[in-house]
């Protein structure tokens, strides 16, 4: 049986249900490198999107593992793979902050 493809829409937010992909884990280990007293934490990822923009915008939301607060944090990571030799500090763009679930 041959499998479906999904059309792509160009700007359009699309979620990525493989929460445990290998690339995901990359590069939200990346950003928590970059917060102070983060890095190496245990997490849970609840949501995934992408966003085809002028490179790709990855958003994450995830919690700590172990923290009974239930904060949850908002992980944004834009890739620009072709700056990276001109412009390596404009490739990967990444922010992080806290996030406000809202009822599901």
């Not at 160009?10 to 928590?32: F, K, M």
Request: hydrophobic share 35%; proline share 4%.
């Amino acid at each position: 049986m041959a499998e479906t493809q999904k059309p792509v829409l160009c700007g359009a937010v699309a979620a990525d249900e493989d929460l445990q992909n290998p690339e995901h884990t990359e590069r939200i280990e990346a950003a928590l490198a970059t917060t102070d007293g983060h890095s190496g934490r245990s997490y849970k990822v609840h949501s995934v999107t992408k966003q085809v923009v002028a490179g790709v915008k990855y958003t994450y939301h995830i919690s700590f593992v172990n923290d009974e607060s239930g904060q949850q944090y908002k992980i944004s990571v834009w890739e620009r793979p072709w700056l990276k030799e001109k412009q390596p500090s404009e490739a990967r763009i990444i922010t992080f902050e806290e996030y406000l679930a809202k009822n599901e």
